[in-house]
């Protein structure tokens, strides 16, 4: 069984950064894509950032936000920079074993989540 587990959420100010990690665990195999979602209270679950044979950014993080993997550590990492309040949320990560490169910003195409880790941003 797979298990992804997020760590280094926390609370910071407007203009801080903080570093997601997502380690995977269990069966070993090699997942297609791997990326992040980020849900904010009442709102729906919003794509964040994916890593496969490229990366891929909402535009919304984009120039502030970094996605890279390390696949010998089976870790994903999220580098968030600058961050504002309307980061705030809880992050989940997310990984497919097959997706297509249309499906990459869809929740509904990752087999596979953490927990989540809340983020908050002060103003």
């Known amino acids: 069984q797979v298990q992804l587990v997020e760590s280094g959420g926390g609370l910071v100010q407007a203009g801080d950064s903080l570093r997601l990690s997502c380690t995977g665990s269990?069966?070993?195999?090699?997942?297609?894509?791997m990326a992040w979602f980020r849900q904010a209270p009442g709102k729906e679950r919003d794509f964040v950032a994916a890593?496969?044979?490229?990366?891929y950014y909402a535009d919304s993080v984009k120039g502030r936000f970094t996605i890279s993997r390390d696949n010998a550590k089976n870790t994903l990492y999220l580098q968030m920079n600058t961050l504002k309040p309307e980061d705030t949320a809880v992050y989940y990560c997310?990984?497919?074993?097959?997706?297509?490169?249309?499906?990459?910003?869809?929740?509904?195409?990752?087999?596979?989540w953490g927990q989540g880790t809340q983020v908050t941003v002060s103003s």
């Open positions: 269990g069966r070993t195999f090699s997942y297609n894509a």
């Open positions: 890593v496969a044979w490229s990366t």
């Open positions: 997310a990984a497919a074993t097959f997706i297509s490169m249309i499906n990459i910003r869809k929740g509904s195409a990752y087999g596979y």
